[in-house]
Nanobody, 121 residues
């Protein structure tokens, strides 16, 4: 099955930026980013199916940009104007299907190990 590896997390001050990367071991139609604060549910950030346009959650609209490099089976999440509320573990997820349900974590069978993002002064 496909393997996903994230990188790019770290600590940043409020207002700063980070770029998260996710590399898949093979092409997968839909890739997405989720985040999770300890003790809370997974929250979708963005998703992108092959050949389509990115979908963004309302909570990050305007502050993040999701792109893919299909030659490298990679996905990137550029996050700007970071806030302390963005502090979470960020996960790359993927599924073979496209279409609806991109917000729903259970529809993604493949997950990376996560990368921590901490926004603090």
């Amino acid at each position: 099955e496909p393997q996903l590896v994230e990188s790019g997390g770290g600590s940043v001050q409020p207002g700063g930026s980070l770029r998260l990367s996710c590399t898949a071991s093979e092409y997968i139609n839909t890739m997405a980013w989720f985040r999770q604060v300890s003790g809370k549910a997974l929250e979708v950030i963005a998703a992108l199916s092959g050949g389509g346009t990115p979908h963004y959650a309302d909570s990050v609209q305007g502050r993040v940009s999701f792109s893919r490099d299909y030659d490298k089976n990679a996905a990137y999440l550029q996050m700007n104007s970071l806030k302390p509320d963005d502090t979470a573990m960020y996960y790359c997820a993927a599924r073979r299907a496209g279409g609806s349900g991109w917000r729903e974590a259970p529809t993604y069978p493949f997950w990376g190990q996560g990368t921590q993002v901490t926004v603090s002064s």
